[in-house]
């Protein structure tokens, strides 16, 4: 999957499913986390992928933190360094499941 794919998903099962076998490693055996949806289910996600959540005026930005975001300054001009896997969403926990997506799909992996 491309980021621009996992950035257009909504939350919902085929999201919470991804999260479920390609972040989380889990089988489904009819159970099924709403991680997409639930803050308290997502959390366990943002704590093994170490992603911060920021709000701003667009949404809610989260960022796979060992990506290493960063501003420093050079003869009083700033640079910023970005991490490269982050998502913006409405909502905390669907902006946690897509950051996390794009960081173990970041090879292109086709998803069905």
């Known amino acids: 999957m491309t980021k621009d794919q996992i950035l257009a998903m909504k939350p919902g099962i085929k999201?919470?499913?991804l999260i479920s076998e390609k972040v989380m490693n889990l089988r489904i055996n009819g159970k099924l986390k709403h991680y997409s949806q639930d803050i308290s289910a997502v959390w366990e996600v943002a704590e093994k992928m170490n992603i911060s959540v920021i709000c701003s005026e667009d949404g809610w930005y989260a960022v796979v933190t060992d990506d290493i975001i960063h501003?420093?300054?050079?003869?009083?001009?700033?640079?910023e360094v970005y991490g490269k896997h982050w998502a913006l969403a409405n909502n905390v926990p669907e902006a946690i499941c897509k950051a996390a997506l794009c960081a173990v799909l970041d090879g292109g992996e086709e998803v069905e």
């Open 15 to 17: 999201l919470d499913m």
């Open 71 to 79: 501003r420093h300054s050079h003869e009083h001009k700033y640079k």
